[in-house]
């Protein structure tokens, strides 16, 4: 069992950045690739960012890429999305997720293949 625990998140204003933290409970953390998704108000979730397992290898939404970067410490049991350039069209619930079986990549249609969910947390950037 792991227990993902998102942090981070609050009110930024366009164009300003901030960094979210994901917090992985138990020994087997660097078993899973990570990843980022968010969910918009009244919207379906979407796939931000993945990151393997050893932490080589990243892919991210066409959305944020340029502006988003996903690094993880597998020593500290963490995961991090580093958000610069933020738009209001980034505000959006946002949600740590981890899978043991999917190989990191573009995860826009394999959200069924998470294992682990986190909570979320709220990012609102103002205009």
């Known amino acids: 069992q792991v227990q993902l625990v998102e942090s981070g998140g609050g009110l930024v204003q366009a164009g300003g950045s901030l960094t979210l933290s994901c917090a992985a409970s138990g020994h087997t953390f660097s078993s899973y690739a990570m990843g980022w998704f968010r969910q918009a108000p009244g919207k379906g979730r979407d796939f931000v960012a993945a990151?393997?397992?050893?932490?080589?290898?990243?892919y991210y939404g066409v959305s944020v890429k340029g502006r988003f970067t996903i690094s993880r410490d597998n020593a500290k049991n963490t995961v991090s999305l580093q958000m610069i350039s933020l738009k209001p069209e980034d505000t959006a619930v946002y949600y740590c997720?981890?899978?043991?079986?999917?190989?990191?990549?573009?995860?826009?249609?394999?959200?069924?293949?998470?294992?682990?969910w986190g909570k979320g947390t709220l990012v609102t950037v103002s205009s």
């Open positions: 990151i393997t397992r050893g932490g080589f290898g990243t």
């Open positions: 997720a981890a899978s043991l079986k999917a190989s990191a990549g573009d995860w826009s249609s394999r959200m069924g293949e998470m294992d682990y």
